[in-house]
Nanobody, 122 residues
Framework: QVQLVESGGGLVQAGGSLRLSCAASGRTFGNYVMGWFRQAPGKEREFVAAISGSGTRTYYADSVKGRFTITRDNVKNTVLLQMNSLKPEDTAVYYC???????????????WGQGTQVTVSS
């Protein structure tokens, strides 16, 4: 069983920055890809970013490329999402998720956190 706990959400003005953190339980954290997703009110959940098990490869949605950075620490079992140049359209609940393998994917995830709210005011 894997538990994922997100933190770091909040209210920020457009152009500002936030850093989300995801703490994961489990002894084999480094064996799996980790991803961030988000869901805005009235919209479907969408992929934001992913990082391979080793941390050497990353992948981003076009909407956040160049503004968001995903990193991981396999010793501390944490995944971070640094979000810069935030826009009102980034407002959503952000979820951390664990992939089924170590290979980057945008859809094959089996464990999810409870989410953290990010609100960007204009």
């Amino acid at each position: 069983q894997v538990q994922l706990v997100e933190s770091g959400g909040g209210l920020v003005q457009a152009g500002g920055s936030l850093r989300l953190s995801c703490a994961a339980s489990g002894r084999t954290f480094g064996n799996y890809v980790m991803g961030w997703f988000r869901q805005a009110p009235g919209k479907e959940r969408e992929f934001v970013a992913a990082i391979s098990g080793s941390g050497t490869r990353t992948y981003y949605a076009d909407s956040v490329k160049g503004r968001f950075t995903i990193t991981r620490d396999n010793v501390k079992n944490t995944v971070l999402l640094q979000m810069n140049s935030l826009k009102p359209e980034d407002t959503a609940v952000y979820y951390c998720a664990k992939g089924r393998t170590a290979i980057i994917t945008i859809r094959d995830y089996d464990y999810w956190g409870q989410g953290t709210q990010v609100t960007v005011s204009s």
